[in-house]
């Protein structure tokens, strides 16, 4: 009897330190893990266009940097709001990643707890779902500001042609 004591004081122990494993939920988060991580190109890219953009900018003839040049300085505005928000974003996107992987990594190992690692993985997967868009919209942003560029140099050189005649 003493002994069957034991052995179920020991077995509901260990029953109670057993930290639960859902296979479904590390499915899901190493699932979004993946999505989030294969942005990483995106914004690798982005930065690229941005400071492409910023040179371009930067690179336009003297006479064209003048406060009454609305084109310029509306590219020049959008270039500073655009490297602004994609500093942010992409120090953001970084922390997130990181919180990301160590989260599936520790629930992987069994240092979390199955409800604990879905708490955290709700909160997190919010903020997931966000990233592809912001990606997106800041794209759309530097193609309608590579539009703006051209537009703005086209009419420049014929300016300059029509002056030169």
């Not at 409800?115 to 759309?140: C, F, H, P, W």
């Amino acid at each position: 009897m003493k002994n069957l004591l034991s052995l179920a004081l020991a077995a509901l122990v260990l029953a109670a330190g057993c930290k639960s494993f859902d296979k479904e939920l590390a499915d899901k988060m190493s699932a979004d893990l993946s999505k989030l991580e294969q942005l990483a190109p995106g914004f690798e890219k982005l930065g690229t266009d941005i400071g492409n953009i910023a040179n371009l900018v930067n690179n336009v003839p003297e006479a064209m940097k003048t406060e009454d040049n609305a084109a310029y300085q509306n590219l020049l505005r959008m270039n500073t709001i655009m490297n602004q928000k994609y500093q942010a974003s992409m120090a953001e996107y970084k922390d997130l990643t990181g919180k990301f992987q160590t989260l599936v990594a520790n629930y992987s190992a069994g240092k979390l707890k199955t409800e604990d690692a879905q708490k955290e993985y709700e909160t997190i997967s919010q903020a997931v779902q966000g990233y592809a868009d912001v990606l997106d919209r800041m794209n759309q942003r530097i193609e309608a500001m590579q539009t703006e560029y051209a537009k703005m140099s086209a009419s420049w050189n014929a300016e300059a042609e029509q002056n030169a005649q």
